[in-house]
C-alpha cells in the first residue's frame, strides 16, 4: 500500500520554493532502499512511498524538505524582476526622445540610428566641407530643426545624449538601491518614480 507525504510549495517571482528534481535526488540519497515517486499540483509537491515511512524516516523526510527550502532565497528573484520593470521604464523614456531646442516643443528620437546619425554629424561638425544648414526630422516628421552651423550642431548633440545619460543615469540609480535591498519587501518598496 503506498503513502503520499504532502509539503505545501511557495511560488516567488516565477519559481517554486521546493525543487522537486533536487527533492528526489535527496530523497534516493537518503533512502537508497525505499522506491518513492514524486509528483505536483498547484500548491503541493507529494511524495509517494510504496511502503509507510516510520516516524524516524518522516522526520528526516521533513528535514530534507526544509533543508531544501532553506536553500532558496527569492530576494535575487525580486531584484531580476525589478531591474527588468527599471529596464523597460529607461527604455520608454528614451524612445521619448529629447527635446530641441530645449522649451520649444519639437521632440527628435534617441533611436540607435539616430544617435549614430547625430555622432556622425558631431564628428564632422568642423569639417570645411561640412554644409550647412542640417536638417534633423522630429519624432512624428511633424516638423523639423535647421542645424545652421557646428555650434548648433554641437548644442544638439549635447542635449541629446544628456538627455539620454539623464535617462539611464536615473535607471542606474534606482538599480544600485535594488541592489543595496536584503528582503524582498525592500525590493518591492522601491518604486520608479520616473
Known amino acids: 500500500m503506498t503513502t503520499d507525504y504532502h509539503y505545501v510549495r511557495g511560488l516567488y517571482y516565477?519559481?517554486?520554493?521546493?525543487?522537486?528534481?533536487?527533492?528526489?535526488?535527496?530523497?534516493?540519497?537518503?533512502?537508497?532502499?525505499?522506491i518513492f515517486s514524486s509528483r505536483t499540483d498547484n500548491t503541493d509537491v507529494i511524495f509517494q512511498f510504496d511502503e509507510a515511512l516510520t516516524s524516524a524516516e518522516i522526520v528526516i523526510l521533513d528535514q530534507i524538505v526544509s533543508d531544501n527550502r532553506a536553500s532558496f532565497s527569492p530576494v535575487p528573484l525580486a531584484k531580476e524582476v525589478k531591474f527588468a520593470e527599471i529596464d523597460l521604464r529607461t527604455t520608454e523614456l528614451v524612445q521619448r526622445g529629447?527635446?530641441?531646442?530645449?522649451?520649444?516643443?519639437?521632440?527628435?528620437?534617441?533611436?540607435?540610428?539616430?544617435?549614430?546619425?547625430?555622432?556622425?554629424?558631431?564628428?564632422?561638425?568642423?569639417?570645411?566641407?561640412?554644409?550647412?544648414?542640417?536638417?534633423?526630422?522630429?519624432i512624428d516628421d511633424v516638423s523639423s530643426v535647421s542645424l545652421l552651423n557646428a555650434t548648433w550642431v554641437h548644442n544638439m548633440t549635447l542635449v541629446?545624449?544628456?538627455?539620454?545619460?539623464?535617462?539611464?543615469?536615473?535607471?542606474?540609480?534606482?538599480?544600485?538601491?535594488?541592489?543595496?535591498?536584503?528582503?524582498?519587501?525592500?525590493?518591492?518598496?522601491?518604486?520608479?518614480?520616473?
Open 98 to 138: 529629447f527635446e530641441f531646442p530645449p522649451g520649444s516643443g519639437m521632440v527628435f528620437s534617441l533611436s540607435i540610428p539616430s544617435q549614430i546619425k547625430l555622432l556622425g554629424i558631431e564628428t564632422l561638425r568642423n569639417d570645411p566641407a561640412m554644409t550647412y544648414p542640417i536638417k534633423f526630422n522630429t
Open 14 to 34: 516565477g519559481q517554486w520554493d521546493l525543487n522537486t528534481g533536487e527533492l528526489s535526488a535527496a530523497i534516493e540519497t537518503q533512502f537508497p532502499d525505499k
Open 160 to 194: 541629446a545624449f544628456g538627455t539620454y545619460r539623464q535617462y539611464v543615469d536615473s535607471g542606474s540609480a534606482l538599480k544600485d538601491a535594488v541592489r543595496a535591498c536584503t528582503t524582498v519587501d525592500e525590493v518591492t518598496a522601491i518604486v520608479d518614480p520616473r
